[in-house]
C-alpha cells in the first residue's frame, strides 16, 4: 500500500496518508497564538477542516481524536467549541489529557485527529 505525506518537511508531515486512513498531526493555532482556548481551539478546527479537505476527507469521518490541554480548567470551554463542530452523528472516538507544557507556551490547546478517506 502506498504512503503519501502532505505538507511535509524534514521533521513532519502534516498529514500522512496510508490506504484509506488519514492522519493528521497534532494541530495548534498557527493563526491565534496565545488567543483564548475558544479563539485557539476554533482556529485549530478549521485548520483540520483544511487538512481534511486536502487529504480529500473531512470531519464526518473522523475515527479518532486526542486532546491535550495545559489546564482542564478548560476542558468546558474547549467543548463549547468542539460540540459546534462535531455534529451530524459522526463523533469520533476522544481523549482529552491535561498537558502542563505543549510546543511553546503561547499554545493551551492541542489536537490530533485519524479519519477514514
Not at 482556548?37 to 481524536?65: C, F, P, R
Not at 463523533?91 to 482529552?96: D, G, I, L, M, Q
Request: charged share 15%.
Amino acid at each position: 500500500m502506498s504512503i503519501t505525506r502532505l505538507n511535509t518537511n524534514d521533521r513532519m508531515s502534516q498529514v500522512v496518508i496510508h490506504g484509506n486512513t488519514v492522519y493528521l498531526a497534532g494541530q495548534v493555532a498557527l493563526s491565534a497564538p496565545g488567543g483564548t482556548v475558544t479563539e485557539q481551539t476554533k482556529a485549530i478546527l478549521d485548520q483540520i477542516d483544511g487538512l481534511l479537505a486536502e487529504a480529500g476527507t473531512d470531519k464526518s469521518k473522523a475515527l479518532t481524536a486526542t486532546i491535550w490541554l495545559t489546564s482542564m480548567d478548560d476542558f468546558a470551554e474547549m467543548n463549547a467549541v468542539w460540540d459546534t463542530w462535531s455534529t451530524g452523528g459522526n463523533a469520533p472516538c476522544r481523549a482529552c489529557v491535561e498537558s502542563p507544557r505543549l510546543a511553546t507556551p503561547a499554545f493551551t490547546v492541542e489536537i490530533g485527529i485519524i479519519a477514514a478517506k
